[in-house]
């Protein structure tokens, strides 16, 4: 029985009842459990079936998922993961940093034994339904709900917290709830972004020319539908670029990870890095504010990837900042966050 519940209160015979407890639910994007084929396809079948993910026609978009892409992709987004795959848990390091940041927040937050934390991804495993249940479980008849996406997006926060809805949706029982609002302003993030960048630089033998922000693409279109994610990229670049004392011109935005044929918000981060040693750009650093823990997308297409683009044209020194992952930075921030959004709950 849980502190702030008496059994006093309980006629004879009642079911046990766990209360008094607060979750807090990191959520991450998602993950493949093994960089094989079939794991691949089922990771990739799970993602790109949501619509708010791909907004084209669902017939004609089955037709291609199926018929094309899932056949021939899962081989090709393999091998990317097996660069970086986590070998010794065997286990991609999205999953691996998820779970450390989780811990670390569960250490922060130590003066209050009645929140517990949890995480679950929005695609693969943990599935967010079954975190939700063991947290219900545990006693929790509140749960603050923490979308790890700065900036918002339909396709990122929108889903992850469609998805808490939807498991909220078969619980008679249902705990209070909030959510964590987009973080991309946040002063915490920001003086988290401009530590670990400051702290990067410093330890470099190098002084970069250039600084790339560079943060996930999106279709165009999802911007002139209303989407608000290109506009909260821009304020944390610009936010950032402040914090640093930086010119304009010193610290850029880019937008990596586009896929398909329809146009996606630009600058694009390969065409970008691609045409600056030509422009006399040298020594490059690249950082990922959008990405709240290295993935295949930072770790793979940038640090592997846009390093071997920018040396191939020319440039000499490439480096990518880590993201937060759950440095003290990272902890020191999501601690700043669930506690602001826990007043009420908490005294």
């Not at 695609?123 to 479980?137: F, N």
């Not at 914090?243 to 044929?261: H, T």
């Not at 793979?300 to 003290?328: M, R, W, Y």
Request: charged share 20%; hydrophobic share 40%; proline share 7%.
């Amino acid at each position: 029985m849980k502190s702030g519940f008496s059994t006093k209160l309980l006629p004879p015979n009642h079911p046990e009842v766990n209360k008094g407890n607060i979750g807090v639910l990191l959520m991450n994007l998602g993950t493949p459990e093994a960089t094989s084929y079939w794991p691949m396809r089922r990771y990739l079948k799970e993602f790109l079936s949501d619509r708010r993910v791909i907004e084209v026609n669902p017939i004609l978009w089955w037709v291609i998922l199926n018929g094309i892409i899932l056949t021939f992709r899962p081989q090709k987004s393999g091998h990317a993961y097996g660069k970086i795959w986590n070998k010794d848990l065997n286990e991609s390091p999205l999953k691996t940093i998820t779970r450390g940041q989780s811990e670390k927040l569960q250490e922060s937050l130590k003066d209050r034994p009645e929140i517990i934390v949890d995480w679950a991804m929005r695609y693969g495993l943990p599935p967010v339904s079954k975190r939700i249940e063991a947290l219900k479980e545990q006693g929790c008849d509140r749960i603050l709900f923490v979308p790890l996406y700065p900036q918002y997006s339909a396709a990122t926060t929108a889903t992850a917290l469609d998805k808490c809805f939807e498991a909220l949706g078969t619980m008679r029982w249902q705990p209070a709830i909030r959510s964590v609002p987009p973080y991309y302003d946040h002063p915490a993030y920001i003086d988290a972004l401009a530590k670990s960048l400051k702290d990067h630089i410093k330890n470099l033998a190098w002084k970069p020319d250039l600084i790339l922000a560079s943060f996930h693409g999106l279709p165009q279109d999802y911007l002139t539908k209303g989407d608000p994610y290109y506009c909260h990229c821009m304020k944390t670049a610009r936010l950032l670029r402040e914090k640093m004392k930086l010119a304009p011109g010193q610290l850029q935005v880019v937008f990596q990870s586009r896929f398909g044929r329809a146009e996606w918000l630009q600058p694009y981060a390969q065409n970008t890095v691609e045409g600056l040693p030509a422009k006399g750009i040298r020594n490059l650093v690249m950082i990922m504010p959008g990405f709240s823990a290295d993935c295949v997308e930072t770790l793979e297409e940038v640090a592997i990837g846009l390093d071997e683009t920018f040396k191939h044209a020319g440039g000499t020194n490439f480096s990518a900042v880590p993201c937060l992952n759950d440095s003290q930075h990272s902890a020191d921030m999501l601690e700043v966050l669930v506690r602001q959004e826990l007043l009420g709950w908490i005294g």
